[in-house]
């Protein structure tokens, strides 16, 4: 299903912030939020149609352009959610990326908005991260304990071998090390042994194996002819 439907299945609660992204904006959704005391954090699509009501000083220093109480004029948005909202535009100085920011709060500074946001993105991270050191191909089951109970064992696989790399003082990256683990599971064999050899293959022998290989098939040819 899509993510947005998440939304249907959060309990709001009262004084709780609630950061996400573009994917959520459901603006009949996020006024069930804000009837219930809630408030959220999200960014605004480029087609937003809204209409200024106020303008609210920003400190330009610090990457904020302006700060603006607006109302949604969009046919179903506006029915959706007819409350005024905050509208943030930010310009990151990282990222020279300008960020429009939506939220149903009107207390906290304009930049505090933006950091909440930026804290967001460490989620993102994080998962990006999931994807690609945790040893996870396919899950062997699909119920919520299923997957919980495979991500944790993952994630315990990733932080022993981890233990074991600082205590080894290996230079040999976790990515490395948990390759040579996958391959050498059966093996009895100290751990430090195992991951501070180094195996080298004998590309020339191979090659002459190839060669003796490639002689015997023209002797044969000759042979034959």
């Given at each position: 299903?899509?993510?947005?439907?998440?939304?249907?299945?959060?309990?709001?609660?009262?004084?709780?912030?609630?950061?996400?992204?573009?994917g959520f904006?459901?603006?009949?959704?996020?006024?069930?939020?804000?009837?219930?005391?809630?408030?959220?954090?999200?960014?605004?699509?480029s087609n937003l149609k809204v209409q200024r009501r106020y303008s609210h000083p920003v400190d330009r220093a610090t990457g904020l352009i302006c700060d603006q109480t607006v109302v949604l004029t969009g046919f179903y948005s506006h029915k959706?959610?007819?409350?005024?909202?905050?509208?943030?535009?930010?310009?990151?100085?990282?990222?020279?990326?300008?960020?429009?920011?939506?939220?149903?709060?009107?207390t906290l500074p304009a930049f505090t908005i933006t950091e909440l946001y930026r804290c967001r993105w460490q989620v993102e991270l994080f998962f990006k991260?999931?994807?690609?050191?945790?040893?996870?191909k396919a899950f062997f089951g699909t119920s919520e304990n299923a997957v919980k109970s495979q991500v944790w064992i993952a994630v315990s696989v990733y932080v022993?071998?981890?233990?074991?790399?600082?205590?080894?003082?290996?230079?040999?990256t976790l990515y490395?090390?948990?390759?040579?683990?996958?391959?050498?599971?059966?093996?009895?064999?100290?751990?430090?042994?195992?991951?501070?050899?180094?195996?080298i293959e004998d590309t020339d022998h191979i090659a002459d194996k190839q060669l003796i290989?490639?002689?015997n098939v023209g002797t044969l040819l000759v042979q034959n002819i």
């Amino acid at each position: 299903m899509h993510e947005v439907n998440i939304l249907d299945q959060l309990l709001p609660e009262p004084g709780a912030f609630y950061v996400m992204d573009r994917g959520f904006l459901d603006f009949e959704r996020l006024y069930r939020f804000h009837e219930a005391g809630s408030f959220f954090v999200t960014r605004g699509k480029s087609n937003l149609k809204v209409q200024r009501r106020y303008s609210h000083p920003v400190d330009r220093a610090t990457g904020l352009i302006c700060d603006q109480t607006v109302v949604l004029t969009g046919f179903y948005s506006h029915k959706g959610f007819e409350a005024p909202l905050r509208r943030i535009r930010f310009k990151d100085l990282e990222t020279d990326k300008t960020l429009i920011f939506l939220t149903n709060n009107f207390t906290l500074p304009a930049f505090t908005i933006t950091e909440l946001y930026r804290c967001r993105w460490q989620v993102e991270l994080f998962f990006k991260w999931i994807k690609q050191h945790l040893r996870i191909k396919a899950f062997f089951g699909t119920s919520e304990n299923a997957v919980k109970s495979q991500v944790w064992i993952a994630v315990s696989v990733y932080v022993l071998v981890a233990i074991v790399k600082k205590r080894l003082t290996l230079s040999a990256t976790l990515y490395e090390m948990l390759q040579i683990l996958s391959l050498t599971m059966f093996e009895r064999m100290p751990l430090d042994q195992l991951l501070a050899q180094t195996v080298i293959e004998d590309t020339d022998h191979i090659a002459d194996k190839q060669l003796i290989l490639f002689e015997n098939v023209g002797t044969l040819l000759v042979q034959n002819i």
